[in-house]
């Protein structure tokens, strides 16, 4: 009777065993599934960020030039006003000098002076 059971213990085992090792081989095999798709994952991952880096960059480049053409712009007016306010001032002078002169009248004077500083 000790024999049998003895046979039935290494049977058992033997079928454990078995289980054990299969069970280990879906184990490892599910690992090497994970591991690659994780590989996958972190290739995507690289990719997508370099081709988000690249058109960041790109926009970056096109925002840069299209801010120093505005900022060109803003220069050229802001040299235009200041030549245009100076020249405005020296006009203002010369009618004062005529008006002085009494060339112009007072209120040939105030009008030119209101046209010239609804322009400013």
Same mark, same amino acid.
């Given at each position: 009777m000790e024999e049998k059971k003895g046979r039935y213990i290494d049977k058992f085992l033997k079928k454990a065993d078995k289980a054990i090792q299969e069970g280990i081989k879906k184990a490892d095999e599910a690992l090497e599934e994970a591991v690659e798709f994780g590989t996958m994952t972190a290739k995507q991952a690289s990719k997508t960020g370099k081709e988000l880096r690249s058109k960041a960059k790109i926009e970056s480049e /096109? @925002?840069?030039?299209?801010? =120093? !053409? &505005? =900022? %060109? *712009?803003? @220069?050229? %007016?802001v040299k235009n006003i200041t030549s245009n306010t100076n020249d405005d001032l020296e006009i203002l002078k010369k009618l004062? %000098? @005529?008006? #002085? /002169? %009494? !060339? =112009?009248?007072? &209120? *040939?004077?105030? /009008? #030119? #002076? #209101? &046209? =010239? @500083?609804?322009?400013v």
């Amino acid at each position: 009777m000790e024999e049998k059971k003895g046979r039935y213990i290494d049977k058992f085992l033997k079928k454990a065993d078995k289980a054990i090792q299969e069970g280990i081989k879906k184990a490892d095999e599910a690992l090497e599934e994970a591991v690659e798709f994780g590989t996958m994952t972190a290739k995507q991952a690289s990719k997508t960020g370099k081709e988000l880096r690249s058109k960041a960059k790109i926009e970056s480049e /096109a @925002l840069q030039k299209r801010g =120093i !053409v &505005k =900022i %060109n *712009e803003g @220069l050229a %007016n802001v040299k235009n006003i200041t030549s245009n306010t100076n020249d405005d001032l020296e006009i203002l002078k010369k009618l004062g %000098n @005529l008006r #002085k /002169a %009494n !060339v =112009i009248t007072e &209120k *040939e004077f105030q /009008a #030119k #002076k #209101k &046209k =010239i @500083l609804d322009r400013v």
